[in-house]
């Protein structure tokens, strides 16, 4: 596959949608503390950028979800934060939204924490690809069925690193 020509987001545009997106997680949680849990490998630019846009104390962690290769199927969820879910606004950042499978495992097993409010702010959303029924609360941007690479967004380990939303044909 190779890096499409086609820009979908400029490094402008993301930036001032996290902007965006910093103030209104900010403004729904007016006055708390929040803790922000990125999914990893994808989430970690955008959750850098956002955590700096939100004018609240905020606990980070992350967590990795990992898939055998054997039968694609969720294996493990691997936590590594230092902060205790049960009691916490908890905001889940993710990269990208697609089936919502992943993210609905996900949201009932962190449910099993008690946390205080579970809520889900992605960079990217495919709802049209969804199939189960679940909405995130904060949206970066709605994107086409194609394979999105950048800001942290890969294809087989490569593209990252660009500084901008792009496509791999």
Excluded at 76 to 104: M, Q
Aim: aromatic share 8%.
């Amino acid at each position: 596959m190779n890096l499409s020509r086609d820009i979908l987001k400029t490094e402008v545009e993301i930036a001032d949608r996290v902007r965006a997106l910093g103030q209104e997680v900010t403004q729904h949680y007016k006055g708390q503390e929040i803790s922000l849990l990125g999914v990893l490998k994808g989430s970690f630019i955008f959750m850098a950028d956002l955590a700096r846009q939100v004018k609240l104390p905020a606990q980070v962690g992350f967590l990795e979800i990992i898939t055998s290769r054997k039968t694609e199927f969720m294996t493990e969820i691997v936590f590594s934060s230092s902060f205790r879910i049960e009691g916490t606004h908890l905001l889940i950042v993710e990269d990208i939204l697609d089936t919502g499978v992943t993210l609905a495992y996900l949201m009932q097993q962190i449910q099993l924490y008690q946390p205080r409010t579970l809520r889900v702010c992605t960079l990217l959303d495919k709802p049209h690809r969804r199939k189960v029924d679940l909405q995130p609360d904060h949206v970066g941007f709605q994107v086409p069925d194609r394979h999105v690479v950048g800001y942290g967004l890969d294809y087989q380990g490569q593209y990252r690193n660009l500084p901008y939303l792009g496509y791999v044909e």
